[in-house]
Nanobody
Framework: QVQFVESGGGLVQPGGSLRLSCAASGSISSIYVVAWYRQAPGKGREWVATSTKNFGTRYRDAVKGRFTISRNNDKNTLSLQMDSLKPEDTAIYYC????????WGQGTQVTVSS
């Protein structure tokens, strides 16, 4: 099974931008769905955005128009461009194939604060 390692998080002011990256241990070209999830302090993990095998995308309503998900099958990476960040975007961000997965990486911390 493919394992994922997230990176690119950090501290940013409201309205700022970050680009997250997810590196897969193997090919993702054959994986139908790869997605970003996040977990805010004191809350459960929630779905953020999805990239499909045919490069279709879907987004959580709260991030539509601000986040852009993309995959690079040649590099086996998944990215999340985050613009116009808000304090409520503060969370640990993860990538995976399924919200119900029993295996998760370390995630990458995104903190949006003035």
């Amino acid at each position: 099974q493919v394992q994922f390692v997230e990176s690119g998080g950090g501290l940013v002011q409201p309205g700022g931008s970050l680009r997250l990256s997810c590196a897969a241990s193997g090919s993702i070209s054959s994986i139908y769905v790869v997605a970003w999830y996040r977990q805010a302090p004191g809350k459960g993990r929630e779905w953020v955005a999805t990239s499909t095998k045919n490069f279709g995308t879907r987004y959580r309503d709260a991030v539509k128009g601000r986040f852009t998900i993309s995959r690079n099958n040649d590099k086996n990476t998944l990215s999340l461009q985050m613009d116009s960040l808000k304090p409520e975007d503060t969370a640990i961000y993860y990538c995976n194939t399924d919200l119900q997965s029993s295996s998760w990486g370390q995630g990458t911390q995104v903190t949006v604060s003035s």
